[in-house]
C-alpha cells in the first residue's frame, strides 16, 4: 500500500456518524474475513408447491381471498386500465378513490392491517415479489428484442455492483462486528405516518447513548425542509461489519429487508403496516426484531444484554430469506399467482387476450395482410371486448391492452429464466 494510501487511511472520518469505524469500514471490500456464498451447509431454497404450502397460504391466499366467488371478464380489465391511460392524469389512487377497481390488481407493497388479516386501505391489491429486491435485476428484465437472458453489464451502476448478487449470502465473523447499529438511507417524504428515517437521523445526532449505540447516515435527502449532511455510502456486502442493521420505510416499505436479511447480522425492522409479498411469513423476535424511533436505543440495549447478542435471531433471519425470498422461490411464487389470477377470470378470457396481443405484435411489425387477416379474425368474434363496444372500436384500446402486454412481458422474463415454473 502506497504512502498516499496509508495517509488518506489515518485521516479523520469525513463523516462524523462513521466514528471510529471510518477506516475499518473503507478497507472491508479487502478484508478476507468478509466471506460471500452461494451455497451453505443447512440453508435450502423452497421450490415445490409442497414446501411452499404454508407460505402460500400465509401470503397469498388472504390477497386472493377478496376476490374469490366472483366471476371476472377481460372487459372488467380493460375499463379499469382506461383511467390509468386516457386521460393521462389519471392515477392508480384515482381508481381506488372513485371505486373503478372492476378486477384484481397486481402490486408489489401495501398496507396490511395484521389484526385483521385484510388490506389496510381497502385496495386489496394481489402482491407479487419486487422484481429487484433481494440480489440484481432477475435475468430477461431489461432485454427486450431477444430471448430472456442476462445483459452483462448493461445499465449496471456502481451500486448495483456492490449488491449481493442473486442468491448470495454474506458473512462476516460475529465476534468481529462492530456492537452498533448501522443504517444507509436516503431520506424520503414517506406518508402520513412517522418518517422514522428522519427521526433515527436526528438521534444519532445527540450525544452519549445515542452515539454509542448508532451509526445512522442519511446518504440522500428528498426533504425540502430538512438540511443534513450527506453521509458516505455503505456497500450492501459491507454492512456484514455491523451486528444490528435497521430496515425503515421510505416512501412506503423498505426493500432493502431482504437484501439485509442475507447477512449474518441481527435486523431490526420498523414496525410498520407497509409490507412486501413474503413479510406474512416473517415471525418478529425469530427473524426480525421490530422497532420504532421511540424506543430503537432500548430495543440495542436489549440485544446487546442477550447471551448470544442476538446472534441466533440474525441466523435465523438468514436462513428464511434464502428458503423463502430467492428468485427461483419468487418465480414458483409468481406462477402460483398468475394462475391463481387466471382462475378468476370466466373460462378461456386470458387466453384470447393474449393471443390476441401475440397477433397484434405480428400486424405491428408489417407483415402485410396475412397478419392483417389474422388481427381481424382474433378481434371479430368481439371475445374479452369491453361492454357495448363493438370490434371497430377496439384500437381504442391499445394504450391500454400495450400496458398489459408490457407488464405480462416483463412476467414471462421473470419467471421463464429461472427454470421452475
Known amino acids: 500500500m502506497g504512502l498516499l494510501a496509508l495517509a488518506f487511511l489515518a485521516m479523520p472520518p469525513l463523516v462524523p456518524s462513521w466514528g471510529p469505524f471510518a477506516a475499518a469500514a473503507r478497507r472491508s471490500l479487502r478484508d478476507d474475513n468478509l466471506r460471500r456464498s452461494h451455497s451453505e451447509p443447512g440453508f435450502t431454497v423452497a421450490t415445490s408447491d409442497e414446501e411452499l404450502a404454508d407460505f402460500f397460504k400465509a401470503n397469498l391466499d388472504p390477497d386472493l381471498a377478496p376476490w374469490r366467488g366472483r366471476s371476472y371478464r377481460v372487459a372488467h380489465m380493460l375499463s379499469m386500465l382506461r383511467g390509468l391511460t386516457r386521460p393521462r392524469n389519471h392515477t392508480y389512487l384515482d381508481l381506488r378513490r372513485e371505486q373503478l377497481l372492476h378486477a384484481p390488481v397486481f402490486a408489489i407493497i401495501k398496507p396490511w392491517d395484521r389484526d385483521r388479516s385484510v388490506s389496510a386501505d381497502g385496495g386489496d391489491d394481489i402482491l407479487l415479489p419486487h422484481f429487484h429486491g433481494w440480489g440484481e435485476v432477475p435475468l430477461g428484465m431489461g432485454n427486450h428484442g431477444g430471448a430472456p437472458g442476462p445483459s452483462p453489464g448493461a445499465g449496471r451502476s456502481r451500486a448495483a455492483r456492490t449488491q449481493p448478487k442473486h442468491g448470495e449470502l454474506v458473512f462476516y465473523p460475529w465476534e468481529r462486528k462492530i456492537s452498533k447499529a448501522l443504517m444507509r438511507a436516503t431520506l424520503q417524504k414517506g406518508g402520513t405516518g412517522p ?63 431482504g437484501k439485509l436479511l442475507a447477512i449474518n447480522s441481527v435486523v431490526l425492522k420498523e414496525d410498520s403496516a407497509w409490507i412486501e409479498h413474503y413479510y406474512r411469513s416473517v415471525v418478529p423476535y425469530t427473524h426480525v426484531v421490530p422497532f420504532t424511533a421511540s424506543n430503537v436505543l432500548e430495543v440495542i440495549k436489549g440485544l446487546q444484554g442477550l447471551p448470544d447478542g442476538g446472534r441466533s435471531i440474525g441466523a435465523a433471519g438468514q436462513r428464511f430469506v434464502c428458503r423463502f425470498a430467492s428468485h427461483p ?93
Not at 245 to 253: E, K, Q
Not at 352 to 358: F, K, N, P, Q, W
Request: hydrophobic share 40%.
Open 329 to 421: 422461490t419468487s418465480a414458483v411464487f409468481v406462477g402460483r399467482a398468475l394462475w391463481a389470477y387466471a382462475a378468476l377470470f370466466e373460462r378461456g378470457e386470458l387466453g384470447r387476450l393474449v393471443r390476441g396481443l401475440e397477433l397484434r405484435g405480428a400486424a405491428g411489425k408489417g407483415e402485410g395482410e396475412a397478419a392483417e387477416g389474422e388481427r381481424e379474425t382474433a378481434r371479430g368474434d368481439g371475445a374479452g371486448e369491453p361492454e357495448g363496444r363493438g370490434p371497430q372500436q377496439w384500437d381504442d384500446e391499445v394504450p391500454a391492452v400495450l400496458l398489459m402486454g408490457e407488464l405480462l412481458e416483463q412476467m414471462e422474463a421473470f419467471v421463464n429464466p429461472c427454470g421452475s415454473v
Open 195 to 257: 418518517n422514522t428515517r428522519k427521526d433515527l437521523v436526528i438521534l444519532a445526532q445527540q450525544p452519549g447513548e445515542p452515539q454509542r449505540l448508532l451509526d445512522v447516515g442519511a446518504t440522500g435527502n428528498n426533504l425540502p425542509d430538512f438540511k443534513v449532511n450527506l453521509s458516505e455510502r455503505v456497500p450492501m456486502p459491507d454492512h456484514a461489519h455491523w451486528r444490528y442493521l435497521l430496515s425503515a420505510d421510505g416512501n412506503t416499505a423498505s426493500s432493502r429487508l
